[in-house]
DNA sequence: TTAAACTTTCAATAATTATTGAAAGTTTAA
DNA sequence: TTAAACTTTCAATAATTATTGAAAGTTTAA
């Protein structure tokens, strides 16, 4: 395998992947693409190597701004603007775990929380939603917490630890 | 919060929870509803609570029990088939997890160890792709690794004392 | 200031994914 | 056997989500 279908075919997983940590495919071809890219790229780049439009380049690169994945980057004796994405994948992981923990899991605990915790009128159907959804909050917010825990290990030596000592 | 509203409330929150797991709407509400029935449930029952068609139910079952989530269960006296989910939560986050890294995740770490392997031609660009697409791939098979063997304690101790230590 | 170079917005449309429901298929009781 | 009770399949359609591209907006150099 040469590097153009190598490349082709990390942007293309990469994107197909973008489901699983919560976005959509554009917006991590974007990110594939500059975190394999060797300088910072500008709109034009992005829109004539993943052939997409203006807007939806605009517009996702703005989602990976949000995300806090992408930055803007001035290059001197260039008026457009330039885009790189953290290069580094531990901090990139800490930043996906703790936004996809904020948008989405916090939300579902707080819904677990309050239906775990209606009044309990001793009917079967009543007590069985209540054990249930209480046991899938406290799931949840352990899985949660030991998430982002781990991802923010700087130095990681506990997942480090833990992996050799479990493999 | 009454039962009704409660109810409904946990399992909308749960279908669109769906897509974190990796499943669709309905899955994931037939999935919920089987988890807080207190018996099991056949095909005119879930069709009529969560208003789809007989179809929709159908195949949504079939891939639930393709998981491994879902089990048909037979009511003497009955000729028609009736459903369960497994109950346990552990045993739930077992399951999803082994399911998710066999189905996604080992495809992709299949993919990031091609494309880092290519030849190092001594190009910038390639050595960037190898270096990232390693880096990668090093970190998702970490993550893999260690939510598998997380989930995968029954007596979860690891994860109970983990949690504590870090809190 | 102004006009060229750029970015953003957003209605229209395309692409994808989920859902329906009727027809075909299967199972079981009599 | 057969016919009633059930389940599955799958083409058609609906719903959702992503994408386009032109118009509007913004910035900057001269």
Redesign the pocket.
Known sequence: MEYPEAKEKFISTWGSLGTLWGI???MAQIQALLFISTKPL???DIMEDL??????T??N??QLMDWGIVTKVLVSGE???FFTTEKDVQELARIVAKERSRREIKPVIKVLEEVSSIKDDNTEKTRELIKQTKALKDLTDDLDTLMNKLVNQKQNWLTKSVLKFMK
């Open positions: 959509n495919k554009a500008c709109m034009e052939k997409i439009s203006r807007g939806n605009s517009m690169l703005r008026r457009k603007e």
